[in-house]
């Protein structure tokens, strides 16, 4: 049975600057097979022909296609829910993009949503104008709820900071389309083609790769060169599908024998520990 699959970047494919082992042979291998993939990246700033140009400068051989972002889930998300509405952005350029493309306009006064992305450019201003106009009665849309995002000189605050303040200071709960919501990775899927029993979900985070693949019903692999350690395992009341060293140990063997396996006893047969 073919399929394809979804990839988590930082901590799978490359450490800051660094490309992981294993990476690169797996992509020219799904290529060359022409099996479907996307990689997925929970970072509304940059729209996906940055992220694939930051790829390619991997050496690896990436189209804009081959790459699904937070705020482009975020932006069709919107669209369906209401064509040709109006958002307040506290975000970047990925963003915006994305709700441009999809039939948003930019405002700001009396918006129909409040969307929150990372930046580094965030103000108390912008923070007391999104309060004022999620009080009067705009929605509150997270790109994603990551409280962190790791960079090359270690951790800054995320979308999910920002927004935490946000639901604080107005009462109100916001709506998050990104990793692990379904909606992000239904979408990847729906981008890929492909049916959920066909699509493999490789991630190294439990809370938002591996989660959100669980909740959908994808199969999984987690990756041990990122955020989780093997002995991390046991706080979730969840696992993966499989568990591997790095992407190094992940062929095509082993995504079809997940393609393949039934749902019922996808875990029995293939978890194994650390492969």
Request: with cysteine; charged share 25%.
């Amino acid at each position: 049975m073919a399929g394809g699959v979804l990839l988590d970047m930082d901590g799978v494919i490359y450490h800051g600057s660094e490309l992981i082992d294993g990476a690169s042979e797996l992509i020219h291998e799904l290529l060359d097979r022409e099996i479907p993939f996307r990689f997925l990246t929970n970072n509304s700033q940059r729209n996906r022909r940055d992220i694939a140009t930051k790829l390619q400068r991997f050496g690896l051989p990436i189209e804009e296609k081959h790459v699904y972002t937070c705020a482009m889930a975020t932006a069709r998300f919107l669209a369906r829910q209401k064509p040709g509405g109006t958002a307040f952005v506290i975000g970047e350029g990925g963003l915006m993009t994305a709700l441009h493309h999809n039939g948003f306009s930019i405002v700001d006064k009396d918006p129909d949503y409040v969307v929150v992305g990372e930046g580094r450019m965030l103000s108390f201003e912008q923070l007391e104008t999104a309060l004022r106009m999620i009080l009067a009665g705009a929605r509150l849309i997270a790109t994603n709820m990551d409280p962190n995002c790791p960079t090359e000189r270690g951790l800054r605050p995320g979308c999910g900071a920002t927004v935490a303040m946000l639901e604080a200071a107005s009462g109100m709960k916001a709506f998050s389309v990104g990793k692990p919501s379904p909606v992000m990775l239904s979408d990847a899927c729906r981008d890929l083609g492909l049916p959920l029993e066909q699509v493999v979900m490789v991630g190294d985070t439990m809370a938002t790769d591996i989660l959100g693949a669980v909740q959908l019903g994808l199969r999984s692999i987690l990756v041990l060169t990122g955020s989780t350690r093997i002995e991390d395992l046991t706080q979730f009341a969840y696992k993966p599908d499989v568990v591997v060293d790095s992407i190094a140990k992940i062929d095509l063997e082993l995504l079809e024998n997940l393609w393949d396996v039934e749902a019922d006893g996808l875990t029995r047969e293939l978890q194994a520990g650390v492969a």
